[in-house]
């Protein structure tokens, strides 16, 4: 199968997970990606050791997912930008390049020279995309961001996800969560500009900003308050099921997991439900015998429904609602998430060797081309391909040992 991005340089100088996210998609697809990290510290986040609690590293062993996720099937240069000695290498560089990719500062950016006029000095044609947290105009183009704050507490879901008189918020469900979803935003950006420029020779500036996508993703609230002219009220949501339908909603199980149940028609859900509970009385309940009758007595019904569910655990009712017609899922956990059959039998989950030779699985971004599931290779070591990447690019032996003397390369 040819991958959509054969072909396609990418080159990548970011850190953290927002952008290079957007960088091992691109590689998913079959893109040459070139990160570029600092010649001495690399990315940050190679510094992590504990996250959300959790330990992040995996002891005595190299393998590092919260770099490999974003980082997958890249190569990685390390390469000094402030040293003068480094500029040649990152003009050749950019003049190899499709798209220049950062989420480095306005402030950086400048100081580096790789600003977008600095990048276009050097490569007229090529993409220039930035990742922000706040956007690249305002005033808070010069503001960081991560996506704790710009994406889940500035873009609307810490609000929405938070019940009202709580005594603390929510958070988010994962690490890294605004970070990737903005990661896939920037990769269908990067794919849309490089449609443009074969379509028109013009080239794009391309911006993605962790603020905006999180608004994205509240956007359905986010646009009822808008035409509302003011925020939205507050709706006390009931314990058990809807206001107006027992079948939508979470219900806990006999040993405290969950099963969430979406069937917006109640009326032709209910009989199969009260069938395959075992609760064939319900049917011809007059409370419940109609779907008129069926909304007016959620409240009811939704609690009839809740004590049935905790009557059996959880495993019991996931065999039992097994082809049941009516919408429903189990609530997984991020190991149930993993052995999902779902994502497996589409090849969602996949195989690579790390950098020991141990096989390792990781998570795939979830497009895929032609049925063919992404084939994933490893995220580089700190500075792994900095001699092949220089000598592709015409550098020699001697000048590679003089670009480490001055320490603008590892």
Known sequence: MQRPMEGVRILEVAQFTFVPAAGAVLSDWGADVIKIEHAERGDAQRG???????????????????????????????????????RAVLEELVRSADVFLTNFLPGPRSRLKIDLE???????????????????????????????????ARGGSAAGTTPPGADRMVSMPAGAYGDSMGGMTIAGGIAAALYSRKVTGEPSVVDVSLIGVGAWATQFSVNLALMADGPLPVVEKPKHGSASNPLVGAYRTADGRWLELTMLQPGQYW????????????????????????????????????????QRTFDEWVETFEGMKGQWAAVQNSWEVGQDPSLRANGLIAP???????????????????????VLSRAPQFAEHTDEVLRELGWGDEDLLQLKISGAVT
């Open 118 to 152: 600095d990048i276009r000095a050097i490569n007229p044609d090529i993409i220039y995309v930035r990742g922000s947290g706040f956007g690249a105009r305002g005033p808070e183009a010069d503001k960081g961001g991560y996506d704790s704050t710009a994406f889940w």
């Open 271 to 310: 009989p199969e439900f009260c069938t395959v509970v075992g609760r064939e009385d319900l049917i011809s309940d007059e409370r419940f015998d109609s779907t008129a009758k069926i909304m007016a007595n959620a409240a009811a019904a939704a609690e009839i429904v809740a004590q049935i569910m905790e």
């Open 48 to 86: 992590l050791v504990r996250l959300l609690g959790l330990d992040v590293a995996s002891k005595g062993s190299s393998f590092f997912p919260i770099m490999e996720g974003p980082n997958r099937g890249k190569r990685s240069v390390g390469l000094a930008l402030e040293k003068p000695e480094a």
């Open 352 to 374: 690579l060797v790390d950098a020991d030779g141990v096989d390792r699985e990781l998570l795939t971004n979830p497009v895929q081309f032609d049925e063919t599931p992404a």
